[in-house]
């Protein structure tokens, strides 16, 4: 499995994201999986990379979380979680994507 974590500097959520990140990893019996990080920054590179916000995760190149309407751009991401809009997928969310 390729687990990718793409950010930028100025986003306050990515570090968060990496944390849960790494224990849905746990969680899902995948602890050894590697979570690479990719940080966009500058805007030229976030159209070249199709970057849709920060934190953006990809299991093997795939955003589990796109609805399809994202802009691409160094701006921050929100996401939709049982607890309303959040900075970052919950742990079980990402979970579920790992699964």
């Not at 500097?9 to 990496?18: D, F, L, R, S, Y």
Request: proline residues 6%; aromatic residues 6%.
């Amino acid at each position: 499995m390729n687990v990718e974590l793409r950010y930028f500097a100025g986003c306050p959520n990515w570090t968060v994201a990496h944390q849960r990140l790494l224990e849905a990893l746990r969680r899902t019996g995948h602890p050894d999986v590697m979570v690479q990080q990719t940080r966009v920054e500058t805007s030229e590179r976030a159209v070249a990379l199709g970057f849709v916000g920060s934190p953006t995760v990809l299991i093997n190149g795939v955003d589990p979380f796109a609805v399809g309407d994202e802009s691409v751009g160094l701006a921050c991401r929100v996401f939709r979680t049982p607890a309303g809009l959040a900075g970052c997928p919950t742990v079980d969310q990402l979970r579920g994507v790992l699964l």
